[in-house]
């Protein structure tokens, strides 16, 4: 049996270290089809999972891989999967099942030039509304963004923990840029790596209500195959599991799915900010975009400019609050993505006027380039 | 109502009774000769889980109690697929239609079967999507007539035993809806056996089906089907499509006893990895094993201003293994920062392509090369197509036989190897990357010789350390005579 957590100073591809996370993580079950840039999480879930007792399985396509690990994960497994733009958006209907019947469950996104077959094999981060709003209905799900290998690593560590505790879908927001970088990526001793497990059903099976909730709104899980014989079912459903297609109960059921991420965001939420409390310029990004930002804001002080950034760490739900306090205290707040605009969308539906907001946008295929964006930052902070 | 009792009422949900489905329709009969079945098998039933897809044949899992998942239009096969490889302790049945089945899910049931995934399969054939009002579908008969072939279907429907069979199904059988002791009989033996095992239930849809093709009840539907079926021993699954004017032949067309993929899935890895039983609560016990040991960081990093190397060559030089060893060596031996990152693309096998690498004391935030510093070229085509980043006081390594540099601008410093004809000479061509690391490595001092070597010892393969390491020092030495020569 190999092990489970390589502990030990690594140079590592952001593909690899997603991997390596998943499985420090706890992860046992690995569904996918091959798609750029994604490949090499697949590749090495291949090699590393029947080490350690997991299974890998390829599937026909991304409709296959989504469905199996929501079935994989209410056969009592952590399971994921990874894809790209193309596969992601097959996904979606199945990722609705998993919001639906509450299945964790974990899919890496490793973003790529876009729509259709776009840019395979070069960067953008443009599902960022995708992995919002991707399925069809009203839901609220988590995304995360690393910026770097050594975040593919924890944040798949955090994501597991995230999908397990609140029983949602967990979108990992990679790109291609973080999935082939390599940088050193530390993995820490496995005692020191906290890992989360759903909360199982154990009361009497008499009785038992599947779908029946306390304060934090998250259902106890019942195992298949654990004796409680529970019927689980993507229709609108009562406290038993039982299809129930009325007003009533779907005025229940769907509020209650989106409150239990919306109700405890701030748990949920967290962001890095850099050089933001004398800000008077504000960047807001998130995953490798991040690291553009940053060379952008030392650069930017070294020029004597109050240049600060917020880096979202959870793209959704979305800080709301946080981008309301620097609406109050900054000029203006900017936002970059490489896309034509999707975060900013949200930056200013909350910003709601109270401070100049702009974007400075990047239809793909590059990351941004640090001196486009200070002259543009400049231009901005000059005339706000 | 209440003192009214279903005969397998134990197995099936009496609280969710009156159930949706039609009077004379197929389904509830066929869910009841499953149920008897199962209390039949003596086997913990709760180990047993039922999953449905959409459609009228959809909402069985609804109806047996038993854990029960009704998943999505045509996903049913993929979700079980899931459930069984994550807790093969459950014995999954999927039971669904055929709209469902082999029509939206067409791709997934052919897989399956490839496969052998280890599940039992009951496909309720109706003709048509009955939960929608009766369209047409993947399995309607020529010439019959669905409320989208008013005229008469002109496709040809699937002969679904034989497409069963022909990816490789374990067992393969057919009744209708009016053969309960046959569905009986064939859910025992697929209880019996492993892998892919499938039963098509031709079923009765008089609501939908029958009313627009001249059978209004469901007792029209069973005369029909007692009439047209033939039962045989060892049919041929060629001659298994439904045609309305000939008989519909049912019976086993295949029982084969190929391994289940459970079973080739641990044939194949047990022997390479040690693969213990998938408890599958997520909380594996891995066994300690004795810990490699982990390389030391050095505790006090020396100093780097940020350099940033281009490596280009043609496809089987080495450029990314050379870039890796230098990421690996200043990361993980010097405790410096890397960043490596490699030219990308499908189409660019063949030609000319480059890895960077960039190496600083700091954390370094933009993680590409727009000017190097360092270009090492081990390729003429590397040359040419990477020559507009050579800039004024960048340093440049080259294979002196394979690089002619021409056009330089002012101030490049050059320094030559023959690192091939050198790799030639210790003995393989394949490692004049490492000469030209070893070369690198004598001019420059961003990484430390000990993190080069050790970084260099871990990248190549087990067995080839003392090769590759001669084929370093042949080009350190090279170097450190061209730096005398200099000074």
Redesign the interface.
């Known amino acids: 049996m190999g092990k489970d957590v390589l502990t030990g100073v690594h140079f590592m591809s952001g593909n690899h270290a997603c991997a390596e996370g998943a499985i420090a993580a706890g992860c046992r079950y690995y569904a996918g089809y091959p798609i750029t840039p994604s490949n090499e999480i697949a590749e090495r879930m291949s090699w590393r999972l029947p080490q350690v007792g997991g299974i890998y399985i390829q599937m026909e396509d991304e409709i296959a891989s989504m469905a199996a690990i929501v079935g994989a994960s209410w056969g009592g497994a952590k399971s994921m999967t990874a894809t790209s733009g193309p596969g992601f958006s097959l996904m979606q209907e199945n990722l609705g099942l998993a919001v639906m019947t509450e299945a964790p469950c974990v899919i890496v996104d490793v973003q790529r030039g876009a729509p259709s077959t776009g840019l395979p094999t070069l960067v953008a981060q443009a599902d960022v509304m995708q992995a919002r709003w991707g399925s069809h209905g009203d839901y609220a799900t988590i995304s995360i963004s690393p910026s770097s290998p050594q975040e593919c690593f924890d944040f798949m560590i955090k994501a597991f923990n995230l999908a397990e505790t609140w029983r949602v879908p967990v979108v990992m927001l990679s790109d291609e840029s973080i999935a082939h970088l390599s940088e050193r990526v530390v993995i820490p001793e496995k005692k020191e790596i906290k890992t989360v497990f759903r909360k199982v059903a154990t009361g009497p099976k008499e009785g038992f209500l599947p779908f029946k909730v306390g304060d934090d709104l998250v259902p106890e899980m019942p195992i298949a195959g654990s004796g409680y014989r529970v019927h689980v079912t993507g229709l609108t459903h009562d406290e038993r599991g039982y299809p129930d297609l009325s007003h009533r109960m779907h005025e229940q059921l769907v509020p209650r799915l989106v409150n239990k991420i919306k109700q405890n965001a701030e748990k949920i939420i967290e962001y890095e900010e850099f050089m933001i409390d004398d800000a008077e310029v504000v960047l807001i990004t998130f995953g490798v975009s991040t690291r553009i930002c940053r060379a952008v804001v030392k650069r930017a002080r070294m020029d004597g400019l109050k240049l600060g950034m917020l880096r979202l760490i959870t793209v959704w739900p979305f800080p709301e609050k946080r981008v309301i306090e620097l609406s109050n205290q900054v000029k203006a707040l900017v936002t970059v993505e490489i896309n034509l605009g999707q975060l900013a969308l949200e930056v200013e539906r909350v910003v709601k006027g109270r401070c100049e907001t702009y974007l400075i946008p990047n239809a793909g295929g590059e990351v941004h380039d640090p001196e486009m964006v200070y002259a543009r930052v400049k231009e901005i902070a000059q005339n706000s | 109502m209440s003192e009214i009792k279903h005969p397998s009422g134990k197995l099936v ?1 009496e ?2 009774m009156p159930h949706i489905f039609c009077p004379g329709c197929g389904i509830g009969g066929t869910i009841s000769n499953i149920a008897e079945a199962l209390l039949e098998s003596g086997q913990d039933l ?2 047993f ?1 039922v ?1 449905s897809g959409i459609g009228c044949s959809g909402r069985a ?2 109806y047996f ?8 239009h ?2 049913p096969v ?10 093969p ?2 014995n999954v049945i999927v039971f669904s239609g055929d709209g469902d089945l082999t029509t939206i899910g067409g ?2 049931l052919i ?1 399956a079967a490839r496969r052998n995934m280890d599940l039992i399969v009951i496909c309720i054939n109706n003709f048509n999507y009955g939960m929608t009002g009766g369209q047409m579908g993947g399995t309607t008969p020529t010439l019959t007539k669905t409320t989208t072939c008013v005229y008469g279907n002109f496709e040809t429907p699937f002969n679904v035993p034989l497409l069963m069979t022909a990816c490789g199904a374990n067992y393969v059988a057919r009744w209708t809806s009016a053969h309960s002791h046959y569905i009986k009989k064939s859910f025992h033996e697929a209880l019996e056996r492993e892998g892919f095992r499938f039963i098509e239930v031709i079923s009765a849809c008089p609501i939908n089906w029958g009313r627009r093709n001249k059978m209004r009840t469901g007792i029209d539907l069973v005369k029909f089907f007692l009439n047209q079926t033939v039962v045989k021993e060892n049919p041929d699954p060629q001659d298994a499509l439904i045609q309305m004017d000939t008989p519909i032949l049912c019976g086993v067309f295949a029982d084969e006893g190929r391994p289940g993929l459970l079973r080739s ?1 641990h044939e194949v ?1 047990s022997p ?13 016990q ?2 300690e ?1 004795k ?2 040991e ?2 030391e ?1 050095v505790s006090s990093p020396k100093k780097v201003e940020q350099v940033k190397i281009k490596l280009g060559g043609l496809g089987g030089q080495g450029i990314a293994l050379l870039g ?1 060893i230098m ?2 060596a200043t ?2 031996f010097d405790g410096n ?6 030219e ?3 189409e660019a096998r063949g030609g000319a392509s480059a890895s960077s690498v960039i190496i600083s004391s700091e954390k ?5 090369i727009k000017v190097p510093d360092v270009m090492v070229l081990m390729a003429q085509a590397a040359f040419r197509k990477y020559k507009s980043e050579i800039q004024p006081g960048c340093t440049l390594f080259i294979d002196k036989d394979l690089v002619k540099p021409e056009d330089l601008p002012e101030d490049v410093k050059v320094y030559a190897v023959p690192a091939t004809r050198m790799a030639e000479e210790v003995g393989r061509k394949v490692v004049a990357n490492i000469v030209m690391l070893g070369f690198i490595s004598a001019l420059t001092d961003y990484i430390s010789l000990d993190a080069v070597q050790s970084a260099l010892k871990m990248s190549v393969p087990k067995g080839t350390e003392e090769f590759n390491l001669k084929a370093f020092q042949a080009g350190y030495e090279y170097g450190e005579k061209l730096k005398k020569e200099e000074s």
């Open positions: 949900r609280d969710r709760d180990k889980t999953v899992a609804g109690k038993l854990d029960g998942f009704h998943t999505t045509g996903r993929a979700y079980a697929t899931g459930q069984k490889l994550a807790n302790d459950l791709n997934h897989h899935m890895l390479k990895v040690k693969v213990e039983k998938f408890r599958g609560d997520g909380k594996i891995v066994p094993t810990e490699e982990a390389p960081i890796l990421g690996r990361c993980i920062e890397a960043v490596y990152s490699q990308y693309g499908a370094i935030d933009y993680p590409y």
